[in-house]
Structure formats: structure tokens, C-alpha cells
């Protein structure tokens, strides 16, 4: 599986943004996709995920509300639509894939990553 991001960029506070994920590959190997962030000094974290086939959703709680994360099956993307930004949410944002693998008698589960795109908000 393959992940390409597109979108990010600099923002004022209470500014909106969206970011893309186009997959490719061995996409129907594909369990969840989601967005992660890393800020710098800080470690990587959940931002939003979504599942493949029910389309369930979970975030983090400092992005309830203002974030909204969505799937296009047909093109194999997700979208991440941010709302109300704040300057703490100013980070390196990677896209996530959860690819599962059977092997004979073994299953695993992989995570793949994007190159990650910048968002930064100003205050």
C-alpha cells in the first residue's frame, strides 16, 4: 500500500483546511485509514480514523467537533476537513493505513505511512 497526501499549508487561527489521502496498491488489504500528527518535541498522535467498510470514525478529543474526517472508496482517498483551527494544532500530518497480511498460518497487521504534509497555524 502506497499513500499519497496532498493539501496543508499556513493558516491563521479560526481558519479551516483540508487535507487528502490517495492510496494505492493492495488497497483491499487496507483495515482503517487515518491521520496522525507529530509536533516538534512531541510524539506522534492520533488525530482521526476510519474504517473501511462501516465507514465508523474516531478522534482525538482535542479535535471533536472541529475536525471531520470522510473516506471516497471509489478513489481509495480519505479527507481530513479541519474547522477552527489553533495554533497547537500546528504539526507534521501523516496519513495511516492498516494493511493486513495473511501469510499461511499467520495474520499481521502493518501500519503504512505518507510522507506527511505541514499544517501550520498562526496565532
Known amino acids: 500500500v502506497h499513500l499519497v497526501e496532498s493539501g496543508g499549508g499556513l493558516v491563521q487561527a479560526g481558519g479551516s483546511l483540508a487535507l487528502s489521502c490517495a492510496a494505492s496498491g493492495s488497497t483491499d488489504r487496507i483495515n482503517s485509514m487515518g491521520w496522525y500528527r507529530q509536533a516538534p518535541g512531541k510524539q506522534r498522535e492520533l488525530v482521526a480514523s476510519?474504517?473501511?467498510?462501516?465507514?465508523?470514525?474516531n478522534y482525538a478529543d482535542s479535535v471533536k467537533g472541529r475536525f471531520a474526517i470522510s473516506r471516497d472508496n471509489s478513489k481509495n482517498t480519505i479527507f481530513l476537513q479541519m474547522n477552527t483551527l489553533k495554533p497547537e494544532d500546528t504539526a507534521l500530518y501523516y496519513c495511516n493505513a492498516k494493511e493486513g497480511v495473511q501469510n499461511g498460518g499467520w495474520y499481521r497487521v502493518f501500519d503504512r505511512w505518507g510522507q506527511g504534509t505541514q499544517v501550520t497555524v498562526s496565532s
Open positions: 476510519i474504517t473501511s467498510g462501516g465507514g465508523s470514525t
